[in-house]
Nanobody, 124 residues
C-alpha cells in the first residue's frame, strides 16, 4: 500500500505563487509517475500535470502550461507542483496521484494511489 500526503495549499492573491508538495510512503517497489489533479466545487476532477520517474519528462494541461511546473526529488520520495501567476479559476482541491505504468496519464483512471487533497484558494 502507498500513502500520499500533500501539503502547501492555502490562500493566495491572483498573480501569486504556491508550491505544493506530495510525499509518498509505504511499499513502492518500482518507478512511478506522479500526477497532479484538481477538483473545483461542482466540477469533475481534472488533470493538471505530471512528471515521470526521472523527472526529465513532464506534461501539462493547456490551462496551466507555462505557469505550473512539476518536479520531483526521488531521494525524498517527494514531488512538487510549483504554481505561478495563479488565477481565480485555479482555485480547487489539488490531489497528487501515483501511476505505476509508464507514461503520464491524463485520466483519473490512469492512477492507482491518491492523496487526500489540499485546498488552494485564489482571491481576485
Amino acid at each position: 500500500q502507498v500513502q500520499l500526503a500533500e501539503s502547501g495549499g492555502g490562500l493566495v492573491q491572483a498573480g501569486g505563487s504556491l508550491r505544493l508538495s506530495c510525499t509518498a510512503s509505504g511499499r513502492i517497489f518500482r518507478t512511478y509517475v506522479m500526477g497532479w489533479f484538481r477538483q473545483a466545487p461542482g466540477k469533475e476532477r481534472e488533470f493538471v500535470g505530471g512528471v515521470t520517474w526521472t523527472g526529465l519528462t513532464t506534461y501539462y494541461a493547456d490551462s496551466v502550461k507555462g505557469r505550473f511546473t512539476c518536479s520531483r526529488d526521488n531521494a525524498k520520495n517527494t514531488a512538487y507542483l510549483q504554481m505561478n501567476s495563479l488565477k481565480p479559476e485555479d482555485a480547487a482541491v489539488y490531489y497528487c496521484a501515483v501511476r505505476l505504468q509508464d507514461g503520464i496519464g491524463v485520466s483519473v483512471n490512469d492512477y492507482r494511489y491518491w492523496g487526500q487533497g489540499t485546498q488552494v484558494t485564489v482571491s481576485s
